[in-house]
């Protein structure tokens, strides 16, 4: 339980873990980390709370997206608010991915949930 660590050390731990992802050289590395540390549904999971994310700040709806990759709202609204009034790293990461293929952005997140 996070209850018994004292919030300075959870806050060491996850600067180290943070610096240790910025380390991982390659795709390859980073992608082989993480397997082996979360399940396919949690690394689904995450990838799909990133699509939820920029889908919103492409300006599709509560609806929209939950018809097109069968979210609930309730996923969709927490990310909201985290996109919205947490520290950036939503914005950060969505702009990584919209600046390596601009004009392919919305078609690509729009094609993989496409029903």
Not at 26 to 37: A, E, G, H, K, Y
């Amino acid at each position: 339980s996070d209850r018994r660590i004292p919030k300075s050390t959870q806050d060491e731990l996850w600067s180290e873990f943070c610096e240790l992802i910025v380390r991982l050289r390659t795709p390859d590395q980073v992608r082989r980390f993480f397997s082996d540390l979360l399940n396919r549904s949690e690394r689904l999971m995450i990838a799909r709370r990133l699509h939820v994310a920029a889908l919103l700040k492409l300006g599709f709806s509560y609806r929209d997206i939950k018809r097109m990759m069968g979210t609930g709202s309730v996923t969709i609204a927490r990310v909201h608010r985290w996109l919205e009034f947490g520290r950036g790293g939503y914005v950060s990461a969505i702009r990584q991915l919209r600046d390596k293929a601009p004009e392919r952005f919305a078609k690509k997140l729009t094609r993989y949930y496409r029903k």
